[in-house]
T-cell receptor, first 115, second 114 residues
Framework: DTEVTQTPKHLVMGMTNKKSLKCEQH?????MYWYKQKAKKPPELMFV???????INESVPSRFSPECPNSSLLNLHLHALQPEDSALYLC??????????????FGPGTRLTVL | QQQVKQSPQSLIVQKGGISIINCAYE??????FPWYQQFPGKGPALLIA?????SEKKEGRFTISFNKSAKQFSLHIMDSQPGDSATYFC?????????????FGTGTLLAVQP
C-alpha cells in the first residue's frame, strides 16, 4: 500500500462549527505533515509530526489543532475558522528516517469551504 | 536564501514537443530536489527527484537536469502529451533529516495542445 488517504473529500462548515480532517497511511512512515494550499499556489507547510510528536508548527493559528493518535493516523481539528481558511488541505507522509531520505507522498486533499 | 525560483509561470506546448521548466535555488544546504505534478483538485504526486551527486536523472519521458555550480535544475518532458497538462512544482530540501521541510517553487501551469 503506497497511498495516503484523506477524509472527507469535501467539507463545508460555518464559522462556529467544529470539524476534523483525517489522514491515514499504511506505508510504515514515521513522519506526517499537514499543508494548506490556496488556488494557483504551492502547498504551504502547517505542521510536522515525527514519531507521533509535533516537531514543526509553522506559527499556525490556534483554530487549527493537529493530533497524531498513532503512527498511521493524523487529524486536524478545526474550530472557529474564517472564510480565508477556505483551501485544499493536504496531508503527506515520509519515511521519517534519515537514511531513507525525505520523499514525501501526498494524499488527495480535503477541499474546505468556510461560510 | 530559502526561496526556490521557478519559471515560467505558464507554458503551452504542442503535442509531441518538449516541455522545459526551470528552477533556481540559493541555499547550498539543499541537496534533494523533487518535482511534483498536480492535477486540478488532486494532491501533488511525486514525479521524479534528484540529488546533486548526478547531473541528470531520467524516468521514462521525464528528465531532471542538475547544474550544481549554477544552483539550477530543470524538468524536461519529452514527447509531451495532453495528459501531461497539469501544474508542476519543483522543490528543494536538505537530504537525510527525518523531517526536512520542502521549499516549493511557485509552480508552472503546463498546457499541452493536441
Amino acid at each position: 500500500d503506497t497511498e495516503v488517504t484523506q477524509t472527507p473529500k469535501h467539507l463545508v462548515m460555518g464559522m462556529t462549527n467544529k470539524k476534523s480532517l483525517k489522514c491515514e497511511q499504511h506505508m510504515g512512515h514515521r513522519a506526517m505533515y499537514w499543508y494548506k494550499q490556496k488556488a494557483k499556489k504551492p502547498p504551504e507547510l502547517m505542521f510536522v509530526y515525527s514519531y507521533e510528536k509535533l516537531s514543526i508548527n509553522e506559527s499556525v493559528p490556534s483554530r487549527f489543532s493537529p493530533e497524531c493518535p498513532n503512527s498511521s493516523l493524523l487529524n486536524l481539528h478545526l474550530h472557529a475558522l474564517q472564510p480565508e481558511d477556505s483551501a485544499l488541505y493536504l496531508c503527506a507522509s515520509s519515511p521519517g528516517r534519515p537514511v531513507k531520505g525525505n520523499e514525501q507522498f501526498f494524499g488527495p486533499g480535503t477541499r474546505l469551504t468556510v461560510l | 536564501q530559502q526561496q526556490v525560483k521557478q519559471s515560467p509561470q505558464s507554458l503551452i506546448v504542442q503535442k509531441g514537443g518538449i516541455s522545459i521548466i526551470n528552477c533556481a535555488y540559493e541555499n547550498t544546504a539543499f541537496d534533494y530536489f523533487p518535482w511534483y505534478q498536480q492535477f486540478p483538485g488532486k494532491g501533488p504526486a511525486l514525479l521524479i527527484a534528484i540529488r546533486p551527486d548526478v547531473s541528470e536523472k531520467k524516468e521514462g519521458r521525464f528528465t531532471i537536469s542538475f547544474n550544481k555550480s549554477a544552483k539550477q535544475f530543470s524538468l524536461h518532458i519529452m514527447d509531451s502529451q495532453p495528459g501531461d497538462s497539469a501544474t508542476y512544482f519543483c522543490a528543494a530540501s536538505p537530504y537525510g533529516g527525518a523531517t526536512n521541510k520542502l521549499i516549493f517553487g511557485t509552480g508552472t501551469l503546463l498546457a499541452v495542445q493536441p
